[in-house]
């Protein structure tokens, strides 16, 4: 697999219920960032992990990052249907390259 | 808030001619990319640019790409001979220092580019 795969691909949800999205890359990281992406929209930064950090929080989301495992989770709490978009994890190499490396995605739906 | 504006939102050109796709980055950072997106698969890096010349450069960005920073405010992406496969979302993104290393990228609403 490539750096930056998510799983699921899909999730589908109630409203109110929580959201677990799920990264795993391959290299050594600085960092690890999400976005959000709304149906042919641009990128929205949403939460930024560093490598020395084990768990983030901005509001509704906690993101948290296992560097042994080389995976990472966004949690969604109390979901909204306005959450409805995919999301992706980016990794930020430590060496090397300096572009992110995107993942795949998870497309969300969160049903009113 | 600051915001990376694109132009166009889309654009339809015929295969074998030029475009240029327009991003204006936030008016304090340093750093500039552009990222690709083809239907359903997944974001791409192209190339990044700092100090007025290219920085880096992915497989993706062969000769038939360039960019350049015309003026104080615009970066731009030209496709010298547009092929079907080029048809993608494109993206530019930038950063204030260095990115991805320690800070957040702001991404632009992108340009839907349609060769036909």
């Known amino acids: 697999s490539q750096q930056g795969e998510e799983d699921p691909q899909a999730l589908s949800i109630q409203e109110g219920e929580n959201a677990t999205m799920n990264c795993s890359y391959k290299?050594?990281?600085?960092?690890l960032q999400w976005y959000r992406q709304n149906s042919g929209r641009g990128l929205v930064h949403l939460i930024l992990?560093?490598?020395?950090?084990r768990e983030k929080h901005s509001g509704r989301l906690r993101v948290t990052l296992d560097t042994s495992k080389k995976s990472s989770s966004l949690l969604i709490t109390a979901s909204r249907a306005a959450d409805t978009a995919s999301y992706f994890c980016?990794?930020?190499?430590?060496?090397?390259?300096?572009?992110?490396?995107f993942g795949s995605g998870t497309r969300l739906q969160v049903q009113p | 808030e600051p915001e990376v504006t694109q132009t166009p939102s889309h654009q339809v050109t015929q295969m074998g001619q030029e475009v240029i796709l327009r991003c204006v980055p936030i008016?304090?950072?340093?750093?500039f990319y552009w990222y690709r997106q083809i239907l359903g698969q997944k974001v791409e890096f192209l190339v990044s640019?700092?100090?007025?010349?290219?920085?880096?450069k992915s497989e993706i960005f062969d000769d038939q790409f360039s960019v350049e920073r015309p003026d104080g405010s615009n970066f731009t992406l030209k496709i010298r001979s547009t092929k079907l496969e080029d048809s993608a979302m494109y993206f530019c993104?930038?950063?204030?220092?260095?990115?991805?290393?320690?800070?957040?990228?702001?991404f632009g609403q992108g340009t839907r580019l349609t060769v036909v």
């Open positions: 993104a930038s950063t204030y220092r260095q990115g991805p290393a320690n800070t957040e990228a702001f």
């Open positions: 290299t050594s990281i600085n960092n």
């Open positions: 992990i560093r490598s020395n950090e």
């Open positions: 980016a990794t930020g190499p430590d060496t090397g390259r300096r572009a992110l490396t």
């Open positions: 008016s304090n950072h340093l750093y």
């Open positions: 640019f700092y100090n007025n010349e290219i920085s880096e």
